[in-house]
């Protein structure tokens, strides 16, 4: 009898298509077992991946349906701190899109108890920071409950909140979205002026004809009127001399100008001085395309700059994943939807591969022996992370462990599926080629345990294994937690497991009830120095 407990607890190996016997793991999707993560961390892992494009196992709309629901239990459990984590997470940057959040948010804000749906509307502002993330809003809010007066009020305030020349830029900017337009915000929410130019504003969006200021032939004194002014006025500018002196004059957005102009160098040429730099980056193939950014241009000069400004970067919450897809897009030299080609400038490639890292925050080196492993098994080429066209688990996964090889003095990076997989990958590469390099692996079946094992029998010295995956485990004959289990209990090292979840499923293979075991979200910006404070023992 002793010796069948002994076999049985502590479980020392179960097969991964048996749960591990006296604990709650559940039925994963590939038919392992995991154990599921709190309705909180699936919220954090659905605020910063999204579930657009789905994953290898389920559709875009079964995972965002799952990701509703778990929104709507933690709404449940504690709508106010739904609304704290959703603030926190949107303001932070640390998630390459906002659309989970303003999602998040819209459903606190039909679903919630008085006093949550009260914290959503009065968030509007901090989570929608522009026009466009304000008709996000509305479009889905909308979809879940009637206009209320709470809602009405919320909407108005993120208009009255705003300085004249901000809302200006804003009304200007952001003029429609999801076949929403200020017009039919302003109509619908009313917003009392508390400014006499917000006023002339609002007139100017609900009945522009009647606003003659705006078509004089002289500017108005006013900052923000005469942006408005600059805006209509370069609408009929006869050439692109007058176009540029409105740029240059009025700081005009890309956004602000008639479209017959945006094929022109001299006009791009001056819209970058001030250009965002999220706009930079992401129109970075478009000015190549018209001869703007050449090999050795004055632009390639400056945008080289700005994207080797850390500072630049952060202040303008630039997101890694922003650059990383920019970065596959310019290096490719064609445009996603197939308009137009170019050739891109090697000093822009590597200086998007610098932004890339610059845009985490900052990550403190370890000098822990870290052992990094990509799952690169069938399913982590299935779906696509926060909706970048192509970039699937398995290459964001690659991304991401490069950002902690290039901090750490000591690392070994493996892939693996069932087995180890070789895989030609060192800090020095530059990311596109990480990336390829991953993309043509062969699938195979999944085993989460492979790298602890590997360890074992190699006998490295490894402090954290850090684990890159779907969570989708279950070809083992035994489960990653036992096995990192056996690996300290025959090395004496103290070993702990960090996972780092690429998709905003359900699983995790990190035992909860092991300190020594933690889960991070992949693309969260913060994701680096989590690793890092985890594997130092600092949370
Ligand atoms: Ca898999």
């Known amino acids: 009898m002793k010796n069948y407990l002994k076999n049985v607890f502590p479980p020392q190996i179960t097969p991964q298509n048996q749960p591990i016997p006296g604990t709650n793991q559940v039925p994963n999707s590939a038919g392992g077992y995991s154990w599921a993560v709190t309705p909180w961390q699936r919220l954090q892992r659905f605020l910063v991946l999204g579930s657009e494009g789905g994953s290898y196992y389920i559709s875009e709309r079964a995972l965002t349906l799952e990701n509703a629901s778990n929104v709507l239990a933690c709404i449940k459990a504690d709508g106010l701190h739904v609304v704290q984590e959703i603030v926190a997470l ?10 989970p959040a303003i ?5 606190v804000a039909a679903y919630g108890t008085d006093e949550a749906r009260a914290a959503a509307l009065a968030a509007i502002p901090q989570v929608c920071r522009t026009g466009t993330h304000l008709f996000q809003f509305a479009e889905m809010v909308q979809g879940f409950r009637g206009w209320g007066r709470g809602l009405r009020r919320g909407m108005a305030a993120w208009y009255t909140a705003l300085e004249t020349r901000r809302l200006a830029y804003q009304v200007v900017k952001y003029r429609q979205r999801e076949g929403w337009t200020h017009t039919d915000t302003l109509r619908l929410a009313h917003p009392k002026p508390v400014s006499e130019t917000q006023g002339m504003i609002f007139k100017w969006v609900t009945r522009r004809e009647e606003a003659a200021w705006a078509r004089a032939i002289q500017p108005p004194a006013d900052e923000a009127l005469a942006f408005i002014w600059a805006f209509e006025r370069v609408q009929t500018a006869p050439d692109a001399a007058s176009v540029i002196q409105f740029i240059e004059q009025y700081d005009l957005p890309r956004e602000a100008l008639p479209t017959q102009w945006l094929n022109d160098p001299a006009v791009w040429e001056a819209l970058l001085v ?3 730099l999220t706009a930079m980056i992401r129109n970075l193939g478009v000015m190549a395309k018209i001869g703007l950014l050449t090999p050795l241009s004055a632009a390639e000069k400056t945008i080289i700059g700005r994207l080797g400004d850390a500072n630049l ?4 919450r630039v997101h890694p994943l922003a650059v990383l897809s920019a970065l596959r897009v310019y ?3 064609r445009g996603v939807r197939g308009d137009g080609v170019w050739s891109p400038t090697a000093r822009v490639i590597d200086a998007l591969d610098e932004a890339f890292y610059l845009a985490f925050q900052n990550v403190e080196p370890t000098g822990q022996r870290l052992l990094l492993a990509l799952d690169v098994s069938g399913s982590m080429g299935g779906g696509m992370i926060a909706g970048v066209p192509g970039l699937t688990p398995r290459e964001g996964a690659a991304a991401m ?3 902690t090889a290039r901090t750490e003095p000591q690392y070994s990076m493996v892939a693996f599926q069932d087995q180890i ?10 990311l596109d080629d990480v990336v390829r390099a991953t993309s043509g692996l062969p699938f195979g079946a999944t085993d989460c345990a492979q790298p602890m094992l590997y360890a074992l029998e190699k006998k490295m010295k490894v402090d954290t294994f850090v684990v890159y995956t779907d969570n989708e485990t279950w070809f083992g004959s035994i489960h990653p937690a036992q096995a990192l289990r056996q690996y300290r ?6 070993a702990r497991l960090v996972v780092v979840g690429m998709t905003a499923n359900n699983f995790t293979i990190a035992d909860p009830n092991d300190g020594g075991m933690m889960d991070v979200v992949g693309f969260d910006s913060a994701a680096p120095q989590i690793i890092s404070d985890f594997t130092l023992g600092k949370v």
Not at 489 to 494: C, F, K, L, S, Y
């Open 421 to 430: 997989v070789p895989l030609n990958i060192s800090a020095t590469m530059r």
């Open 489 to 494: 209990d025959q090395t004496g090292i103290p």
């Open 90 to 99: 949107s303001e932070s940057g640390r998630a390459p899109k906002n659309d």
């Open 331 to 333: 290096a490719h030299g």
């Open 274 to 276: 001030k250009m965002p």
């Open 103 to 107: 999602f998040a948010l819209a459903l």
């Open 401 to 403: 462990a490069m950002v």
């Open 313 to 316: 970067l952060r202040k303008a």
